[in-house]
């Protein structure tokens, strides 16, 4: 396939990687960046409007989030972390991204963007199971492990109320689907629980 090349970010002002916290902002709409590539946790991206900001998108492993700064130069949204990130320049010095690797990136996008309008639509219960299920990740013991994000992402997530997501969570523990792990906001899933497959 044809290959794509793209204007590189310097090596010498881009560091290899970037750990952000949780409840911390990445960047804002309208400053000037790079694309990421999300190596661990979970991203918020919202759009910012003269009337406030509105959940736009959830990038997760793996998944690009400001690629549209290639073309434009400014990022279009904001991003925040809703669990601890690390990411990576999407893009590098001398990198030359071919056409199977941006069909990748493109589909990766596509799917993320699926999954973000089903955790919109349907009942309360299966709107936070869904998301629960996303953010989780597979520890060495075969189970997985999730950091809970703040109720107002999961509300804003899930387009429901913070009291409907709380309620949900409770109902999630009761069942034994989520079960306490750890620091503060850890919880587990059973590996084998049929309860909690997609």
């Known amino acids: 396939m044809?290959?794509?090349s793209t204007t590189p970010?310097?090596?010498s002002s881009t560091p290899r990687s970037l750990r952000i916290s949780i409840g911390e902002r990445i960047y804002v709409a309208g400053s000037e960046g790079i694309a990421w590539r999300v190596k661990s946790g979970a991203v918020r991206l919202d759009r910012v409007t003269p009337e406030g900001s509105d959940y736009a998108g959830l990038a997760l492993r793996g998944d690009v989030i400001g690629a549209e700064t290639l073309l434009y130069g400014r990022y279009s949204f904001e991003a925040s972390a809703i669990g601890d990130c690390e990411l990576e320049p999407w893009l590098s010095a001398g990198t030359t991204l071919s056409g199977e690797s941006l069909l990748q990136t493109l589909a990766g996008?596509?799917?993320r963007a699926a999954d973000a309008l089903a955790l919109r639509a349907g009942e309360a219960f299966e709107r936070v199971r869904r998301?629960?299920?996303l953010l989780a990740r597979y520890r060495d013991d075969g189970r997985r492990e999730i950091t809970i994000p703040?109720?107002?992402d999961m509300a804003a997530i899930t387009n429901l109320t913070e009291?409907?997501?709380s309620r949900a969570m409770s109902r999630l523990r009761r069942m034994g689907i989520l079960q306490r792990h750890g620091h503060r906001r850890g919880l587990v899933l059973p590996g084998a629980d049929p309860a909690f497959a997609i």
Do not use: F
């Open 9 to 11: 970010v310097s090596a």
């Open 150 to 152: 703040e109720l107002r």
């Open 109 to 111: 996008a596509e799917r």
């Open 2 to 4: 044809q290959a794509i």
């Open 163 to 165: 009291a409907t997501v």
């Open 131 to 133: 998301l629960c299920l």
